[in-house]
């Protein structure tokens, strides 16, 4: 069971404030690059592994974290396991989604940007994650995510990047 305690210390209780709780969960390095992932499709742990570079340690205690905060569910498939996210972790997409675009804009780099758009009308979302044909801010699971067009590929070339280079529906397990 997730306590409060876990984590960066016990400080955070006496503060009363809900931001220090949150980052208890989401504020460990990795966390977010790893919920990233399980947006884009990816649910088991050899692909996380491939995919970020994590040490297997750390890995396995941000998704025991994860996990113990009601943020992922651990389910066995096969001779495995897969990690979803529950509703408290789908809750955390415009967080994820606007430090994205926040890293777009202030800390542009060489890796290409990621285009979100609109599954049901095609348009491609605002930095508020809005539909500008719709008007709507569309649930994660309404999103198709691709590479935006002009920009060299990621270097990476691991399977589950190879797999991001081609457009997908978020939420959809990769292959």
Not at 10 to 36: D, K, N, P, S
Not at 47 to 75: K, N, P, Q, W, Y
Not at 91 to 98: D, N, V, Y
Request: proline content about 7%; glycine content about 10%; some cysteine.
């Amino acid at each position: 069971m997730y306590s409060p305690d876990m984590g960066l210390g016990t400080g955070y209780e006496r503060q009363g404030c809900f931001l220090a709780r949150a980052l208890e969960v989401v504020g460990e390095r990795w966390t977010l690059l790893i919920l990233r992932d399980c947006f884009y499709g990816v649910r088991h742990f050899g692909d996380f592994l491939a995919h970020l570079d994590i040490s297997r340690g750390v890995l396995t205690e941000r998704l025991d974290t994860l996990v113990a905060a009601g943020v992922l569910e651990r389910r066995p498939q096969g001779r495995g396991v897969e990690y979803l996210l529950t509703d408290a972790g789908r809750a955390l997409w415009p967080t994820i989604h606007s430090l994205s675009k926040w890293g777009e804009k202030y800390l542009p780099g060489h890796h290409p940007p990621r285009v979100f758009s609109h599954a049901q009308c095609g348009s491609d979302l605002d930095e508020d994650g809005r539909c500008p044909t719709c008007g709507l801010v569309p649930d994660v699971a309404d999103l198709v995510v691709r590479l935006a067009k002009g920009r060299n590929a990621t270097p990476r070339d691991d399977p589950v990047a190879q797999v991001l280079r081609r457009p997908h529906r978020m939420l959809t397990p990769l292959p």
